[in-house]
C-alpha cells in the first residue's frame, strides 16, 4: 500500500539506535526524507549513510539533546535544508537503568533524569517544531509512549510516569492543531525485543504475559508509526495504539 509520504520530510526523534532508528528505516522505506536527532553524533551519521545507502533518500543527522532549546532550535533551521518538517515522530530515550518501583524511587536525581529524558526533552521538541508543522497546512505527528500508560507494568514508576505526561500532551496537541490540517497519534509498545528490553529482562518472563507467545519486533512497531504518518490515517487523531501482542487488557 503507497502511504502517501513520498518526498515528505520526517524528524524521527532519539533515532541512534533501539526503536527510533527502525522507525527512521521505515520512513524512508516510504520515500521520506529524514532528519535523525539524538545525542550521539557518530551513530547518528553511521545511521544516516545507511538511509542513504539502503532507501536511496536523503538523510540529515543533527546532533543534540532534545531537553536543551538551543539544540531544538538547531535542529528545526536545520529542517529547512530539506524543506520541512512534515511529520515529527517524538520517542525518547530510556529511564535510568535499573527498574524500580515508585516507593523505591528515593533518589532525586533519578526522577530529574528520567523527567527531563522521558518528559521534558519531549515538550521542548513538541512546542517548538509542531507549530512549524501546523504553519504548513498538513501534518503528522506520532508519539512513541508505552503499554504502561495504559495498564502500568511492575517496576516500572519513572517510565509510567513521564511517559503518562507525554501521552496527556499529545492528547492536549491533537485537538489545538486538528483544524491546520495536523493530526497526533501515539504507539505504546511493550515486549519489543530490542537491545534494551532483551538486556534489562529475561525474554523468556516477558514472553510469559505475551498472548501472541513472542516479543515483537521493531519493525512492527514501526509499521504502526508509518500507519499513523500517512494519507490512510488522516481521520484519525487523538487516538492511542497498543504494539504489545495483546498484553494490555485494558478495553481501551
Known amino acids: 500500500m503507497d502511504l502517501g509520504i513520498e518526498g515528505k520530510t520526517a524528524i524521527v526523534t532519539a533515532s541512534s539506535s ?16 529524514i532528519v535523525l536527532f539524538a545525542r550521539s553524533r ?11 545507502q539502503q532507501h536511496g533518500v ?9 531537553a536543551q532549546a538551543a539544540d531544538v532550535d538547531r535542529l528545526l533551521a536545520e529542517c529547512a535544508a530539506f524543506d520541512g518538517p512534515d511529520i515529527l515522530v517524538l520517542n525518547t530515550g530510556r ?3 535499573g ?34 508543522i501546523a504553519n504548513r497546512g498538513w501534518g503528522r505527528v506520532i508519539g512513541v509512549t508505552s503499554a504502561s500508560v495504559k495498564q502500568p507494568m ?10 503518562a505526561g507525554v501521552q496527556a500532551m499529545l492528547k492536549h496537541m491533537a485537538n489545538e492543531v ?22 534489562s529482562y529475561s525474554a523468556a518472563d516477558r514472553i510469559k504475559a505475551v498472548p501472541l507467545g513472542r516479543l515483537g519486533t521493531p519493525d512492527e512497531l514501526a509499521a504502526a508509526v508509518a500507519f499513523f504518518a500517512s ?4 481521520f484519525i487523531t487523538g487516538a492511542s495504539l497498543h504494539v504489545d501482542g495483546g498484553m494490555v487488557a485494558a478495553l481501551q
Do not use: F
Request: charged residues 20%.
Open 18 to 33: 533501539g526503536l527510533g532508528h527502525a522507525i527512521a528505516h521505515r520512513l524512508a522505506r516510504e520515500g521520506c526524507r
Open 154 to 163: 511492575p517496576k516500572h514508576a519513572l517510565s509510567t510516569v513521564y511517559r
Open 178 to 199: 486538528a483544524a491546520q490540517g495536523v493530526t497526533v497519534n501515539s504507539v505504546c509498545p511493550a515486549s519489543i525485543g530490542t537491545e534494551a528490553l532483551t538486556t
Open 231 to 234: 494519507v490512510q490515517a488522516g
Open 99 to 132: 527498574m524500580r518501583t515508585v516507593l523505591e524511587e528515593t533518589d532525586d536525581a533519578r526522577w530529574t533524569e528520567a523527567y527531563e529524558t522521558q518528559l521534558w526533552g519531549a515538550v521542548r521538541v513538541a512546542r517548538r517544531i509542531v507549530p512549524a
Open 58 to 66: 536523503q538523510a540529515l543527522a543533527v546532533a543534540g539533546d532534545m
Open 95 to 97: 529511564p535510568p537503568l
Open 42 to 52: 557518530d551513530k547518528l551519521e553511521t545511521a544516516a549513510a545507511e538511509l542513504r
